[in-house]
């Protein structure tokens, strides 16, 4: 029978927020905001850029769980002059991206990390059309060509850092390995 949600013991709490997270907090944040202060992207057309902020915030839900992530976002977005808005497109994402990693086995947790960019554009698409800042149909378009290039990028990272830190493995995989 194949497992794909993880035993208890393997995810351990999910609202743990230890000198572990805190660390990986204070870091993504603060990488996410020099980013984010600098402006640091690549021009992919049309007015639309590629930006490293979006997969730094990814990984830092994947590796520390929903709450970093969704704190290390609130870091980033300390600087942006539409708080609210970048707040909500950081944590619509990194909350059910942190949950999909925090509940599912490898490899099904590629799959939740598609149902979790599922969720973001169904949430980010109304909103884009309520803030005005273009019509629902063009937004699905706009998120979707955003992400085409961030799901390869954040998977190939989240591999190498498993493949070659046995620590980053234990973070990435579950809890269980963690000292409580």
């Not at 970093?68 to 497109?89: D, H, P, S």
């Not at 990693?101 to 149902?115: C, E, S």
């Not at 493995?169 to 963690?178: E, M, P, T, V």
Request: glycine share 12%; net charge positive; hydrophobic share 55%.
């Amino acid at each position: 029978m194949v497992q794909v949600l993880k035993t208890p013991e393997e995810r351990g709490k999910l609202f743990r927020f230890g000198p572990i997270e805190i660390g990986l907090t204070a870091a993504f944040g603060g990488l996410g905001l020099a980013i984010n202060i600098m402006r640091i992207s690549i021009p992919i057309g049309g007015g639309l850029t590629f930006s490293l902020i979006d997969t730094i915030f990814a990984i830092a839900a994947i590796i520390g769980g929903p709450w970093v992530g969704a704190i290390a976002n609130a870091i980033v977005c300390i600087e942006e002059a539409m708080f609210l808005w970048a707040l909500t497109y950081t944590t619509s994402l990194s909350i059910p991206l942190g949950l999909a990693f925090h509940y599912l086995r490898r490899p099904y947790y590629y799959i939740g990390l598609a149902a979790a960019l599922l969720v973001f554009i169904g949430i980010m698409v109304p909103l884009t059309d309520i803030f005005g800042f273009a019509p629902w149909y063009v937004g699905i378009g706009i998120y979707a060509l955003m992400w085409i290039p961030q799901v390869p990028i954040v998977i190939v990272v989240l591999e190498s850092f498993r493949r070659y830190s046995g620590y980053m493995r234990r973070l990435i995989d579950g809890a269980a390995a963690r000292k409580e």
